[in-house]
């Protein structure tokens, strides 16, 4: 993969769901940021996939961070959110795109949507 270092122009914000007790007792899921890093954001092209999730209103992107111990943290279920434009995203899916390369441990690619309920 390229050096994608100059690519990262975006801040994102992640955020995880926690289980928040109020004063009564009751309970609720409620978000929560964790930490916020540079990233790479870009449509995702093509595909039935990605056609049929833009008929249903919702528009798959990859998001690119780099491995540290922070975005090791992040898995299925996470939201990803542009700290500029408040835009935000539900991660399905975190990979290392260069598992079998010298660059394996550089980054992260995750498969994030946004326009899906979270």
């Known amino acids: 993969m390229p050096n994608l270092a100059p690519a990262l122009r975006e801040r994102v914000t992640f955020a995880r769901r926690v289980t928040i007790t109020d004063a009564y007792g009751a309970t609720r899921g409620d978000w929560v940021d964790q ?19 833009r008929l ?47 660059d394996h441990g550089k980054f992260f690619e995750m498969l994030c949507e946004t326009g899906v309920a979270a």
């Open 35 to 53: 930490f916020t890093v540079a990233a790479r954001i870009q449509p995702r092209l093509g595909g039935e996939t990605v056609i049929a999730a």
């Open 56 to 102: 249903q209103g919702a528009q798959p992107v990859s998001i690119t961070v780099r491995q540290s111990a922070y975005t090791r943290e992040i898995d299925e279920g996470w939201r990803a959110m542009n700290a500029r434009s408040g835009v935000v995203y539900a991660v399905h899916s975190l990979i290392d795109p260069d598992e079998h390369t010298a």
